[in-house]
């Protein structure tokens, strides 16, 4: 009888669509290699669709055996029905309280996802068109605005790679990555969950601002452009910078090879405010994964579990997703020339998470979801930067998880 023939298999469910040929091809067989009786298959789904569709199969007992965990409020959804298992400190041994917090409970005693991978925020610019004007990466806002108007005027090309077709990029790669810098970064952030400061403060004002000044050097279409256009336009060659993050290297690199139009990234950090200023970066616990509490095989899927807690799975996890960076205790090495400028960054920065995915989501309706609202509204200059903030606090004061 061969293995196969007996093998359980698992699915895991995930929004990294984008990632799926680097599980299938090179991930899960690195496991199955070692485990022969188990089989895994990998189950993406389009990332805006992915946390209503996991929630209804959760809630039908159809969803798959081992979960990928969105941070902080993310998966308290998941966690207060009970559909994940509790991860015991064995499994968690090799991760430190701070790497297990975005799964954690709130009062630190249960941990339901392994911590897995870490992003980074900052710029893409492409070098080519860079060297062709003789322009240099900013460090300050004014910089940065000056550079993109420069790249607006040298032709056909579009300075600022950015759509709000989606929405999200808005929030999660512009206010929430480039915003720090002005809010004073972490304090700020617990200022808010403290109440000690408001959404109409100045410096959440002055990021609203920065937003605000940027459609000028967008797509005339950009209304309707979505992330995958965007994506496309500047791996292509067809625009100057590219705001997003790490998560992106190895997709822009494979869009441009497909294409057959080969592109010389660089990256740079999120400019401040004024020259000298300190500076602030997003470091976002991107993904954990879990185990569903209903899957028919809760052995196996440990087993998984174990193995993406070891050092094999930390230093493969690095070499095959480019710019996800582990978030385990082995140390690894960092091959990738564009992730090792991203590292320097945490020597030269103070560390933020996401200003609203910790407990400032936790209000209704979503933080998230009127920050979407807000912060496209911004872009498009449709409303103003105080109307934001004054909107984006209305819904704050609401939130009774909150002193």
């Known amino acids: 009888m061969s293995s196969t023939s007996w093998a359980q298999d698992l699915v895991i469910e995930s929004w990294r669509k984008d990632d799926e040929i680097f599980w299938e091809k090179v991930l899960i067989p690195a496991f199955e290699r070692k485990h022969p009786g188990i089989r895994l298959s990998f189950r993406g789904e389009e990332p805006l669709s992915y946390d209503a569709l996991l929630d209804a199969r959760l809630t039908t007992r159809r969803a798959g055996d081992l979960i990928f965990c969105r941070p902080f409020d993310g998966h308290v959804r998941m966690r207060s029905k009970g559909h994940l298992l509790p991860l015991n400190e064995q499994e968690l041994r090799n991760f430190n309280p701070k790497a297990r917090q975005a799964w954690t409970s709130d009062d630190g005693k249960t941990t339901f996802c392994l911590p897995v991978a870490y992003v980074m925020h900052g710029l893409f610019y ?29 032709g056909n090309i579009t300075p600022l790679a950015l759509g709000t077709a989606d929405m999200w990029e808005s929030t999660q790669v512009v206010f929430t990555g480039m915003g720090p810098n002005f809010w004073g970064g972490e304090k700020g952030r617990q200022d808010l969950i403290k109440r000690t400061a408001k959404f109409t403060d100045r410096g959440f004002v002055k990021a609203w601002e920065m937003m605000a000044k940027l459609k000028p050097h967008m797509h005339p279409k950009q209304n309707s452009l979505s992330n995958s256009d965007i994506q496309q336009m500047f791996a292509t060659g067809l625009a100057g910078i590219y705001p997003s993050g790490s998560w992106d290297i190895d997709y822009l690199r494979n869009t441009s090879f497909i294409h057959h139009k080969p592109i010389d990234m660089g990256v740079f ?135």
């Open 126 to 154: 492409n070098k080519k068109i860079f060297k062709d004007l003789n322009l240099q990466p900013p460090v300050t806002v004014d910089e940065l605005l000056l550079l993109l108007k420069r790249i607006g005027a040298a």
């Open 269 to 403: 950090k999120p400019p401040v405010e004024k020259a000298g200023q300190t500076c602030h970066i997003s470091i976002h616990p991107d993904f954990g994964i879990g185990v569903n509490k209903n899957s028919p095989n809760p052995e196996a899927a440990l087993k998984f579990i174990a193995w993406l807690g070891s050092a094999e799975f930390a230093q493969l996890l690095t070499d095959t997703l480019v710019g996800f960076f582990s978030l385990s205790n082995h140390p690894v090495k960092v091959r990738d020339p564009l992730s090792q400028e991203m590292l320097k960054w945490r020597q030269e920065c103070r560390e933020t998470i996401r200003l609203n995915s910790h407990k400032i989501n936790r209000v209704w309706p979503s933080m998230e979801e009127e920050l979407w609202y807000a912060n496209v509204k911004v872009i498009n200059q449709e409303i103003s930067p105080d109307q934001a903030a004054r909107h984006i606090q209305d819904v704050h004061e609401k939130n009774s998880y909150l002193p």
